[in-house]
């Protein structure tokens, strides 16, 4: 009977629990079938600190050279730094990590030669279809010619090319806590900002898979408690805190206050299109505050609105030779980047804003941040569609709003905008609104939770519903 993995390949990445989901023996099939369906005569592989990563990286190694592909091995490593081999050899690459998931879980990150994305319309479909065949009549045999299994050290020339990509050599001194949650993070910063005029104040280094200390997710807010208070208690300049394997990077000012990666997105284009004589191609999701296209618009780019997720923002990024490309989750993509993802990146990017100038990393961002947000907020629901359903019919014949479904369904109005997305593993309804000013944003945010916590009353095919107005306010919500 052939393997269902329905419950582990994902949209991008092959993603579950080990072992009861996967073990090193899929892992190496995963390896055969990867090299089978890219082509590859050589590949590129590399494993972040949890525990399974070594074996199952060395079982996936196996089952490509098995395939007749030459391996590189880079051993330990970020996921970005895995996109830089990738992108600086031209080889396909595996990163072996789960990301910010706990301890139990580990993945695979795919990509084909320059790091371009391997999700399920690009090669990932094609793979578990192989794998699932070959546990069912068995592994094909071994090429004539198996290949070879090598290792190389690239975090020093990772550090370099990051390096050659912003001029860091006149900042002022700035005092620097970064929080790597026992991940990635603290294999790659300590080379990447060893001859910076940097004060670095580790946290949380050892490279741990189990995360002692909090989850190694910064997108929420407990795991960033830490490093907010040991900025103030340090008097430092920011605090910057990586994921497990550290693509994502998000950053704390000097009170201690978290800024929103769409703040990031805005600084760092304005730089990007700065450094590209004031031309060029900005991508942003929808999700991002409506200060990213403003900020692109002002600074003489382009922005282009694209739906959330890595393989879309990859994709408008090679359709439009974009320059630069930022997402709410604090994912980062740079054309001189491979249009790959680096947080890394995006972090010397603020250390150069911040250490150009004699303000404080708060004031510097208040000219980028400049609405009120709610953050993703996740509502559990019996029936996404029909919850959707019912908001759209509730908003969409007012005055003065629009509404499109380019990625769920946004709702725009003169001062204020949300989005409500289905998650596509789980019954929830993702909600994020904007507007101009805390008030509007709370009105909006809580009349949309209200409508999800009530059940949508069925209407009977061929019926016109009435369309209930909205809360009154000032900001004419």
């Known amino acids: 009977m052939a393997a269902d993995l329905s419950q582990i390949v994902k949209a991008y990445d092959v993603r579950g629990v080990v072992p009861d989901q996967w073990d090193e023996s899929l892992a190496e099939q995963f390896g055969a079938a990867f090299v089978e369906v890219t082509g590859a005569d050589a590949i590129v592989i590399g494993h972040d600190m949890r525990p399974s990563s070594p074996g199952l990286s060395a079982a996936f190694a196996r089952g490509a050279a098995a395939r007749g592909a030459d391996v590189t091995l880079i051993g330990l490593c970020s996921t970005d730094q895995l996109y830089f081999a990738s992108g600086s050899l031209g080889l396909p690459g595996a990163m072996f990590t789960a990301s910010h998931n706990p301890a139990r879980y580990n993945g695979i990150k795919l990509c084909r030669a320059g790091a371009a994305p391997v999700g399920q319309d690009t090669g990932l479909g094609e793979i578990r279809a192989l794998v699932e065949k070959w546990s069912e009549t068995g592994t094909p045999q071994p090429a004539a010619a198996p290949g070879t299994v090598s290792e190389r050290d690239t975090l020093a020339d990772y550090a370099a090319h990051l390096l050659s990509l912003v001029d860091l050599t006149s900042i ?91 703040a990031i997105t805005a600084l760092v284009a304005a730089r990007e299109l700065a450094r590209n004589g004031g031309k060029g191609t900005v991508i942003h999701n929808l999700i991002t505050s409506l200060s990213v296209p403003e900020v692109v618009r002002e600074n003489g780019g382009t922005p282009v609105r694209t739906r959330v997720g890595h393989s879309f923002i990859k994709a408008e990024m090679a359709e439009h030779g974009a320059i630069f490309g930022g997402e709410h989750s604090a994912h980062y993509y740079f054309r001189d980047f491979w249009n790959a993802d680096t947080g890394m990146l995006a972090a010397l990017h603020v250390l150069a804003a911040l250490g150009g100038g004699p303000a404080p990393l708060s004031e510097l961002v208040a000219r980028y941040d400049r609405y009120a947000g709610s953050g993703e907020i996740n509502s559990t629901v019996a029936d996404q569609q029909a919850c959707t359903a019912a908001v759209r019919e509730s908003f969409a014949t007012r005055d003065g709003v629009t509404t499109d479904d380019l990625d769920g369904l946004t709702v725009t109005a003169e001062n204020w905008w949300f989005n409500l997305r289905a998650s596509n593993t789980e019954p929830l309804l993702r909600l994020n609104v904007e507007a101009r000013d805390t008030r509007t944003m709370t009105a909006v945010r809580d009349e949309v939770l209200t409508m999800l916590q009530t059940p949508p009353t069925p209407v009977p095919p061929g019926t016109v519903s009435s369309t209930s107005g909205g809360p009154s306010s000032p900001s004419g919500v």
């Open 172 to 262: 002022r001194p700035l005092k620097v806590v970064v929080d790597a949650g026992n991940g990635m993070g603290g294999h790659t910063v300590p080379t990447v900002f060893a001859n910076l005029r940097v004060d670095l104040v580790p946290m949380y280094f050892e490279l741990d898979g189990t995360f002692p200390n909090h989850e190694a997710n910064p997108l929420d807010p407990k795991n960033l408690v830490d490093l907010q208070a040991r900025v103030v208690s340090e008097g430092a300049d920011l605090g910057l805190a990586f994921d497990g394997d550290a693509d994502r990077c998000f950053v704390v000012d000097e009170k201690g206050e978290g800024i929103s990666p769409s």
